[in-house]
């Protein structure tokens, strides 16, 4: 097999090659719509371009889980017994969606497939709650119970611990069961970590900031996240080999994180700019771009505001905002809603 | 010749001199039916968050990078202040005031949906800020509730776009600084949730969403359902009011909004959400302000589905009146007060309703009919703080006059809904020369802290309220007044004002808005001195006469406050 070395270097030169590509990279726009009336998010894409998220009134209310493909479009995957909040957060290649749902009194996390709807995948012994972000292709759960990062697989709930302090959550998990997350460190401090096998790895922070967390890990173990602190929160990548290296803002931002990032090593995330928040897509060698200048026909009427997921095809789930009243290219107005008002969910599909 | 002239003039002179008063009467008659509301006044920004101050004054914070430029108002003299400033953004925060008067912010903004995990308690007696530890992640449209023992319950807000809102609660208490999070209540709440102290001691959330439920904050935390609303939709942006110990009104929201409204009792053994009368107009992003008689007035919002319509904006203020659970349409407001707007109950008796996106940098004052019905009575005397059960002497020359006392928590207002505010009305009895008041049994009734004091006489007419330390020791010396410091909540290690973790954006994002802010008006920024309440002390009838929906009123320009009013309404000539 191959060693780090050249597993490293293949990466890079795949990287490179598909970030030339991406320069040049343009994208169609589709809505997603919504199953409950008002607002939705778009939280995951899987390889056959299936997406996933929550669709309910803005602030959180009546909000539902659903699952979205081009033939059939948006399904409500309803919540646990009880409950009247859900919101799915990931979907792997065959179909399994995992998520958050309340129950009458209690948050739980979630399975979802098409044959056997939603189950309760439980809490760990003396807690009593969960949450599910991420699933891998071998039905391996990323996610939380209590205050500790878990791993749901094959009916039980591996606790992950901490790093040393008192809670901590995991975000992503890829096909190689690595699962990247945040925990406490022993001074109180969440930092972004990297578990393998057991281990669970503190990526620290970028220079000067105190706090860390990572949201996403890919096939090759690059990790994606955000970094806080004196600098401000800040997007970063972390590679063994670069250790935790900052994503540059988009033009005249002083907020940005990374959400997701595909085998080829683009990343895809929100950063705020003087204009307010835009979804942005980063490549190490191609920089940070507004994925709203490279979207062929994007109505006046759409501000893609965050991008969360990104599949191997580069195909990009993102939510943004669809009104009259907003403009890509200049600040919305107040009255825009922009602030907190409904947001829609888009499909980026390259072309 | 002359004498046909000057009798002429004569005759002219009579007629506009009976016009005027005939406007006069009927303007006073009007306000004696509908309140009145001042002109507009131009204020330094929006007061998107409001808080009223034990000194009476008002403590408010703008949007984006203007949250880093908090003001200050004194009704007594219609002057703002600006504050030193806070380390990050207070935009989209929670607050509420401590036991001690001080103002407690959970939360902040980052960016649009992305929350500040920092907490701080500002003193206005020594104008700062002080950070205390940070929360367990961000929090962006938190609510704050104070308990009965004085600890701070905080719940929701989003951490970031990309997450749930943050389902963890937990407790500050002032006393040790620190938190204490119930990780046996991790629930998926609504942002700004609506949450009242309720008489068994836990915390009710009475919306925006259907399901209402208790949440008790022993240990780790339990949350129980209580009952389902009988509106069968969200009420988004609709407001709740404690109208009575343990009675909650919630009163339209939703998209598209409704007029109804409903209230639960949480007295009754099994609580059920009963439907009372509907307003005559839907509406959302309004505000609902409980009155020193127990009624409740609605401000502002809009009658149309979309998130803020302010093509829809609703003039009309309403009044619920709990007796009869019936709305009455009062005087109309000239802005749209709608999403991000604000109104708080004034000590003396009026009401203030300010901001808005689209009502803009600027404010209104609401005179309630109570204040165009006779003369006030007045309190001539009162403790600066009182104990739970104590009975206390308010002195006052109308004893015999007085039906009602009523206590009324400090306001602190945002996105609709007052994170401290409740009604409560208090047993008294007539002694020589003033009242003996009962205060609350405990602090499930009426949580440690500063409260309004109301006396009441048969027509329905308050005093100017005295401001009253609440708690389990009462608080000697004080009349009202914020102490330079309080050892009561002061953070134990003021060390803990620690590394900014999230700072603010920086300052060249949005900073263009508070440039022109502070370029409107001529802000001081002189340190804060307390302000004795004394101008409160009215005893006199608002409302001479003129019209009431004035042109915009610069702040400069603006009368004084101190007549109820009844300056504001009186005839002028337009800018």
Request: charged content about 10%.
């Amino acid at each position: 097999m191959y060693s780090t070395k050249s597993k490293l270097t293949i990466m890079v030169i795949l990287s490179a090659l598909f970030c030339v590509a991406a320069q040049a990279q343009t994208y169609t726009v589709t809505d997603l719509g919504a199953v409950r009336h008002g607002s939705a998010r778009v939280h995951g894409i899987n390889a056959a371009g299936q997406a996933v998220g929550g669709s309910g009134h803005p602030h959180g209310e009546d909000t539902h889980a659903f699952f979205w493909q081009k033939q059939g479009g948006m399904r409500d995957l309803g919540t646990l017994a009880g409950g009247d909040f859900s919101s799915a957060f990931a979907v792997n290649d065959a179909g399994l969606v995992v998520g958050t749902s309340n129950t009458a009194t209690k948050m739980h996390a979630f399975a979802w497939t098409a044959a056997g709807g939603m189950k309760d995948l439980g809490t760990l012994p003396g807690t009593d709650a969960s949450q599910a972000y991420s699933v891998n292709n071998q039905g391996q759960i990323a996610g939380s119970s209590g205050t500790h990062a878990v791993i749901f697989s094959g009916g039980s709930i591996q606790d992950l611990g901490t790093l040393g302090g008192n809670s901590s959550e995991a975000h992503a998990i890829n096909n190689l069961g690595q699962v990247a997350g945040m925990a406490d460190t022993a001074d109180g401090h969440a930092h972004a970590f990297l578990w393998t096998k057991g281990a669970m790895l503190d990526l620290g922070t970028l220079a000067g900031d105190t706090e860390s967390r990572a949201d996403h890990i890919n096939a090759a173990g690059l990790v994606v996240g955000a970094s806080s602190g004196g600098g401000g929160v800040r997007a970063f990548f972390w590679s063994p080999s670069t250790g935790m290296q900052a994503i540059p803002s988009l033009s005249g931002g002083g907020y940005s994180e990374a959400f997701g990032v595909n085998s080829q090593g683009q990343v895809v995330g929100e950063s705020s700019t003087s204009l307010g928040s835009r979804a942005f897509l980063w490549t190490a060698s191609g920089g940070i771009i507004d994925l709203n200048d490279v979207v062929v026909g994007l109505p006046t009427n759409i501000v893609l505001a965050g991008a969360f997921s990104i599949n191997d095809k580069g195909e990009i789930v993102a939510f943004g905002l669809r009104s009259p009243n907003v403009s890509r290219h200049q600040e919305a107005h107040m009255d825009s809603h922009v602030h907190s008002g409904p947001t829609r969910v888009f499909l980026l599909t390259p072309q | 010749m002359m004498r046909n002239r000057r009798a002429k003039i004569r005759t002219m002179m009579l007629v506009l001199l009976l016009q005027v008063s005939v406007a006069a009467i009927r303007c006073l008659a009007q306000a004696n039916v509908q309140g009145q509301w001042t002109a507009v006044q131009t204020w330094p920004n929006r007061a998107i968050h409001a808080t009223l101050l034990p000194d009476g004054r008002i403590f408010f914070v703008s949007y984006y990078t203007e949250s880093l430029h908090p003001h200050i108002w004194n009704p007594a003299n219609n002057t703002f202040s600006a504050t030193n400033m806070p380390a990050y953004e207070l935009f989209c925060a929670g607050h509420t005031t401590l036991p001690s008067g001080k103002l407690f912010i959970a939360g902040g903004h980052i960016a649009d949906f992305v929350g500040q995990q920092h907490a701080s308690i500002f003193t206005a007696g020594t104008n700062s800020f002080t950070q205390v530890p940070d929360m367990n992640r961000g929090r962006w449209y938190p609510t704050t509730t104070v308990l009965a023992n004085g600890d701070v319950l905080v719940v929701s807000g989003d951490i970031n776009s990309s997450s749930n809102t943050n389902p963890l609660p937990q407790v500050y208490s002032p006393a040790t600084n620190s938190w204490r999070s119930l990780t046996n209540a991790q629930l998926v709440l609504p942002l700004y949730p609506l949450m009242y102290v309720a008489p068994n001691g836990k915390v009710f959330q009475a919306g925006p969403n259907r399901q209402t439920r208790y949440l008790s904050t022993a240990g780790t935390g339990v949350w129980s359902n209580v009952a389902l609303k009988n509106f069968t939709s969200t009420r988004t942006y609709g407001p709740g009011v404690m109208y009575e110990a343990g009675k909650i009104l919630v009163v339209g929201g939703g998209d598209p909004p409704t007029a109804t409204a409903e209230t639960i009792d949480l007295n009754a053994a099994t609580p059920v959400w009963r439907s009372t009368g509907s307003m005559h107009f839907a509406r959302r992003q309004h505000n609902a302000v409980v009155l020193p008689d127990g009624k409740v007035l609605i401000v502002g919002g809009s009658s149309s589905s979309g998130f803020d319509n302010s093509a829809a904006k609703v003039a009309a203020s309403e009044m619920w009146d709990p007796a009869t659970g019936q709305f009455t349409v009062m005087a109309s407001i000239a802005k749209y007060r709608g999403y991000h707007s604000t109104a708080l109950l004034l000590p003396d008796g009026r009401v203030l309703s300010a901001g808005g996106n689209g009502g803009g940098p600027n404010a209104q004052i609401y005179s309630p009919p109570y204040l165009f019905k006779g003369a006030r009575p007045a309190i001539s005397s009162a403790p600066a703080g009182a104990a739970y059960g104590q009975t206390v002497f308010i002195g006052t020359p109308n004893a015999t006059a007085i039906t009602k006392v009523s206590l009324i928590r400090l306001g602190s207002t945002t996105h609709t809904f007052d994170e401290s505010a409740r009604y409560m009305h208090l047993n008294f009895s007539q002694a020589a020369g003033g009242l003996n008041v009962t205060m609350p049994a405990n602090g499930n009734l009426a949580p440690p802290g500063y409260y309004m004091l109301f006396i009441l006489n048969g027509s329905g007419v308050p005093s100017v309220a005295r401001i009253m330390h609440l708690g389990a020791v009462a608080v000697a010396g004080l009349r009202g007044n914020v102490p330079a410091s309080s050892a009561q909540d002061e953070p134990a290690n003021n060390a803990i004002a620690q590394v900014n973790k999230f700072p603010t954006s920086r300052p060249a994002e949005r900073s263009q808005g508070a440039r022109l802010a502070a370029e409107r008006i001529n802000i001081s920024s002189s340190k804060l001195a307390v302000t004795d309440l004394s101008f409160l002390d009215l005893n006199t009838v608002p409302g001479q006469a003129g019209h009431c929906d004035g042109a915009e009123q610069s702040s400069q320009s603006a009368t004084s406050v101190s007549s109820g009013g009844s300056k504001a309404c009186t005839v002028q000539s337009p800018n």
